[in-house]
């Protein structure tokens, strides 16, 4: 049986075969859930991120999860809020659907994602949640080994913002 929540918490603590990191093009490191998932997991993270050469807005990258209780850590830059006339909406669609598929691939069981761009990368939350558990339900319905998808929201505004998409 699939399954899709929302809850309220740090990505860093989730006990997942892989979480979901918001980096940036550089991989090498950022502020917000990056600069968390970096500080938790310890420098060994750092050092594979280096070798992957960064990764493009929109595709995502699998490394390690050393010190973290997540198996896997998979990276994806969400695109910047440039008012919306940039694929801004594609991309972020891309950000989900390609961590997925790699997580997929890796055999992943459970999942856990960070609210993509919406934080220092400004895409407007009321968007950007929808299109996030759109991409979250398609993939669903057809991956074979994701079965558990779980979205941390690190703020009560967050989370209310993903849970009236489930309403609607
Ligand atoms: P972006 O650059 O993609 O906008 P941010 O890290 O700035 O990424 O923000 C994305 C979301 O992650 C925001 O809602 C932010 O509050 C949230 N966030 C920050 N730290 C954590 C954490 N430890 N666990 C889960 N979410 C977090």
Same mark, same amino acid.
């Given at each position: ?39 938790? @997991?310890?420098?060994?993270?750092? &050092? ?5 050469? /960064?990764?493009?807005?929109? *595709? #995502?990258?699998?490394? =390690?999860?050393?010190?973290?209780? @997540?198996?896997?850590?998979?990276? &994806? ?5 440039? /008012?919306?006339?940039?694929? *801004? #909406?594609?991309?972020? =669609? ?75």
């Amino acid at each position: 049986m699939k399954s899709f929540d929302i809850i309220l918490g740090d990505i860093t603590k989730i006990k997942a075969d892989a979480i979901v990191n918001a980096a940036n093009t550089t991989l090498l490191g950022g502020g917000g859930v990056d600069g968390a998932i970096h500080r938790a @997991a310890g420098p060994e993270l750092l &050092t594979e991120c280096w070798a992957l050469h /960064g990764c493009a807005t929109g *595709e #995502a990258k699998i490394t =390690k999860g050393y010190r973290l209780p @997540a198996k896997y850590v998979i990276h &994806t830059p969400g695109p910047i809020w440039q /008012g919306g006339t940039h694929h *801004e #909406a594609d991309l972020l =669609k891309n950000s989900y659907m390609n961590s997925l598929g790699l997580a997929d691939a890796h055999r992943c069981r459970t999942v856990a994602f960070p609210s993509i761009s919406t934080g220092v990368y400004h895409f407007p939350l009321d968007q950007a949640s929808g299109i996030a558990i759109h991409a979250i339900r398609e993939f669903l319905a057809y991956s074979l080994y994701v079965e558990k998808v779980t979205m941390v929201c690190f703020d009560e505004v967050t989370k209310a913002a993903y849970e009236k998409v489930l309403e609607k």
